[in-house]
């Protein structure tokens, strides 16, 4: 008796995935062939931009005053 319940209980969870797996390929048929299908587009660069950054040329008078370390001492 036991082997007949394990048995019917199997062929039904058997028969159940196969109804949920076709049904699932009923449902997403199209979904599936066109992911199938689909060619990506090529990459190609649309812009090339261009970062300069000139040197700072040095001036000739002094920017700011050096203070000793010491005279902010407490």
């Not at 082997?3 to 449902?27: Q, Y």
């Not at 199938?36 to 000139?54: D, M, S, T």
């Not at 040197?55 to 000793?68: F, G, L, M, T, W």
């Amino acid at each position: 008796m036991f082997t007949f319940v394990a048995a019917t209980l199997f062929l039904g969870a058997f028969l159940m995935a196969v109804g949920t797996i076709a049904w699932m390929f009923l449902l997403y048929h199209d979904k599936m062939v066109a992911a199938l299908q689909f060619e990506p587009i090529p990459h190609k660069p649309v812009y090339h931009v261009r970062i300069r950054r000139p040197r700072a040329v040095e001036s000739d008078r002094a920017s700011a005053v050096r203070v000793p370390n010491g005279v902010f001492a407490a």
